[in-house]
Antibody, heavy 119, light 111 residues
Framework: QMQLQESGPGLVKPSETLSLTCTVS??????????WAWIRQPPGKGLEHIGI???????SYNPSLRSRTTVSVDTTRNQFSLNLRSVTAADTAFYYC???????????WGRGSLVTVSS | QSVLTQPPSASGTPGQRVIISCSGS????????VYWYQQLPGAAPKLLIY???QRPSGLPDRFSGSKSGTSASLAISGLRSEDEADYYC????????????FGGGTKLTVL
């Protein structure tokens, strides 16, 4: 059964880059059925789409975050990653990696990783 | 400010039927499928409904979804204490460059 697991620093300084990796286990990231996405949720608040990537590297980003975001994929490691540049306190959130299909949308989620932006 | 509008809270007693609404526009709900997610306290969201009214395998039929025009609803019948959670709607939005958008979430309390 496929599982997703986020990893990365829990604390990032303002103006620096937030970097997270999602490891896919129990199945291959190479799939024409699945895409891979990052979603975030500030503590106590709602959900926000960040970006989506296919195993071929094709990406789609939230227009409000596009200028600061890069999502990449490493098929040899069965991982995909998020880089969010020039962070501020407003970027403090739980970051979830998810699996996306064109039918079910986000149908599998990692447990989430809390990233705090603070000096 | 979320693109999709949900009531911040809802409540019901065990056994009751509760309906959670999600209001959007022609560029999102009006033209695209709606999805619903349940988030239990301290957990990641879980898919409840996809393509307006479809349930993933294994999900109890107490949960049902519907859509009409630019609004959608999630109905939970036979309310149980374990249904106490946050519920979010989502849809694709065709405006500007296109984006997935979510509702602000509805906190369901089982009294």
């Amino acid at each position: 059964q496929m599982q997703l697991q986020e990893s990365g620093p829990g604390l990032v300084k303002p103006s620096e880059t937030l970097s997270l990796t999602c490891t896919v286990s129990g199945g291959s990231i190479i799939s024409d059925t699945y895409y891979w996405a990052w979603i975030r949720q500030p503590p106590g608040k709602g959900l926000e789409h960040i970006g989506i990537i296919s195993h071929t590297g094709r990406t789609s980003y939230n227009p409000s975050l596009r200028s600061r975001t890069t999502v990449s994929v490493d098929t040899t490691r069965n991982q995909f990653s998020l880089n969010l540049r020039s962070v501020t306190a407003a970027d403090t959130a739980f970051y979830y990696c998810t699996r996306l299909t064109t039918v079910t949308f986000l149908d599998l989620w990692g447990r989430g990783s809390l990233v705090t932006v603070s000096s | 400010q979320s693109v999709l509008t949900q009531p911040p809270s809802a409540s019901g007693t065990p056994g009751q039927r509760v309906i959670i609404s999600c209001s959007g526009s022609s560029s999102n709900i009006g033209d695209n499928y709606v999805y619903w997610y349940q988030q239990l306290p301290g957990a990641a969201p879980k898919l409840l409904i996809y393509r307006n009214d479809q349930r993933p395998s294994g999900l109890p039929d107490r949960f049902s979804g519907s859509k009409s025009g630019t609004s959608a609803s999630l109905a939970i019948s036979g309310l149980r204490s374990e249904d106490e959670a946050d519920y979010y709607c989502a849809a694709w939005d065709d405006s500007l460059s296109g984006n997935w958008v979510f509702g602000g979430g509805t906190k369901l309390t089982v009294l």
